[in-house]
């Protein structure tokens, strides 16, 4: 009786504590010193993130996986890149990628400017041969190399590196503020609806936010390029890893090659969840009150009553801001030619 | 010397003729009687113009082929569509297809309407098995089941006419005017370079505005759902009909089954053709220059000199006009689900 009390005591503290973690969104992510923000860039930086000419066959932009007219990401299971190619995880959200440390579900690059110049390069996805070919693609376009020029006009030819700068920039602004959860953290107590509440309570008791801290969830206190990296499943040999896959991709490991970070992954963010469907690495997970079942099961080797399912799901749902109104890039034109033909 | 005389006065007149069906783009097309413009309509199609959920892994949207932040078509050979699938023929730009009486290459459909329900279930296309599932999809999501009750308050289910309808009515909103030919026309002689007006006088001369007439230089006179069908190749038996696959695909033969149809088309239209490369119905041409060759042989029996080339591509890049700034839709969320798990 008095170590379970001392248990409780201890859990409240705990509890107490990951409660300090929980954080409403700034409305400004972290701005590189070396890629400050400027109008001119993240339009730049619009233009190429819509623009499927940086894909071999022109059929694929960035917007393609992470739709900025949607929740950010592309509702599959995993990524569609040229030729109907599919890759092995989904696509995360770009909305609030701003406030993650690192990218990629693996974590496997430190910004979003290094995020930015992967899937160009990757064969299942944009599927260009190399970085070569994108800027030979993009200086054929006098409407890029224009802006270019102004954009960046201390370097004479146009470099991945400054593209990436570009999308990353445009990137930047695409934030979800004022969900009913910040709206919450802000002082105003209405905001989310007692069940909500109750749910955001129950995150916190059972440990969820032991990962799921800071303002994107994802982890807390942590500089830009340091990770948050968890196992998953933390306690293999449920029904779910069979029944959803959830071991065959080993995550972090495929990255750094250690044997202890196999099947690690970078913690996923809370925000707009309850839009990002499906769940998991390989999406092979469709409903969100399913997610939070194999969570609670892989993660804290809980069986959840559905009246907790309930209220976590309602917590999240709490979790989707507000998208901004965006005017549409319009695309600097290829004139008289094409600069996609079919390989 | 006298039959050349006559023969000379002859096209003379033709040419006249011919020259009174050069039109500037009106400011408004034709709108269906049954089929008014509203703002909320045209938000609504805007919204199912840009959704990929309505195609069967939710990868392909009208946009994806018709991009509306560039020239309205893919700058792609042919068509990609879901599971990288590659269409028969090249995708027709959006841009000003309301002025068209007919739609498709073949002009199969007779309207917006009926061109927008095609690529839904094309299986190289958006995939969809059938119209009910489209529908059954549209109605799992609550913006479009609430935004279906406001723009079509008479009918109580969603059905697949009236998501044609509100396609076509923001197709109806994507319009480029203002060109140099069109202001030009409106009596701006300065509009125009002395080379253009060399190129628009060729044009005329040589007898392409024999097809190429009226507001969309693809036919003049013509009610909605009459086509302008034109032989192409019109003279077979040039190098290019081997060079360019020209004759393999019986274009509108296919539609009819009538032997007189075979390699018959629809007249395509020339406005911002220097920005839709590459060209004919299967993309085969990469350049405009090329294009004009191709042409003049196959159509006229010509072969043009190398300033005729560069005239007349100065003339075309005289119908290039003014694209619009749009606001982004925003697609109604799916709540804690995906509707498009992968086949």
């Not at 160009?120 to 994108?134: F, K, L, R, S």
């Not at 201390?154 to 470099?159: A, L, P, Y």
């Not at 107590?189 to 995150?203: C, D, E, H, Y």
Request: proline share 8%; with cysteine; net charge positive.
């Amino acid at each position: 009786m008095h170590l379970r009390k001392s248990f409780m005591a201890l859990m409240a503290v705990a509890s107490l504590n990951a409660w300090a973690e929980f954080k409403a969104l700034p409305p400004v992510p972290p701005i590189p010193v070396d890629n400050p923000q400027t109008p001119a860039k993240i339009e730049l930086g619009k233009q190429l993130y819509f623009d499927p000419r940086i894909s071999a066959d022109g059929s694929i932009s960035c917007n393609s996986c992470h739709n900025v007219m949607s929740h950010g990401g592309d509702g599959r299971p995993v990524g569609a890149g040229i030729h109907g190619k599919r890759g092995g995880r989904g696509s995360p959200t770009v909305w609030n990628s701003a406030y993650h440390t690192v990218q990629f579900w693996d974590g496997r690059e430190a910004s979003l400017e290094g995020q930015a110049k992967g899937p160009m390069t990757n064969p299942v996805e944009m599927g260009m041969a190399n970085h070569d070919i994108v800027i030979g693609r993009i200086k054929q376009i006098p409407g890029y190399v224009e802006a270019f020029k102004k954009v960046f006009p201390k370097d004479k030819e146009i470099n991945i590196d400054n593209v990436a700068k570009a999308i990353a920039s445009y990137e930047r602004t695409l934030i979800t503020p004022n969900s009913p959860f910040d709206k919450y953290m802000r002082g105003n107590k209405k905001a989310m609806t007692a069940q909500q509440i109750r749910g955001m309570k129950l995150v916190d008791e059972i440990g969820c936010t032991s990962c799921h801290t800071g303002v994107n969830f994802a982890g807390d206190g942590l500089k830009m390029g340091e990770g948050n990296y968890q196992p998953f499943p933390q306690i293999p040999g449920s029904k779910y890893d069979k029944q959803y896959d959830l071991t065959s991709d080993l995550g972090r490991y495929e990255v750094t090659k250690k044997a202890e970070d196999k099947n690690h992954w970078r913690v996923p963010t809370w925000r707009n969840i309850a839009l990002t469907a499906p769940y998991f690495h390989n999406g092979k997970v469709q409903t969100l009150d399913e997610a939070v079942r194999v969570m609670a099961k892989t993660q804290l080797d809980m069986d959840l009553t559905e009246t907790q399912v309930a209220d976590i799901v309602a917590f999240m749902n709490a979790l989707t801001g507000e998208f901004p109104k965006q005017t549409m890039p319009m695309l600097p034109h290829t004139v008289g030619t094409t600069l996609t033909p079919d390989p």
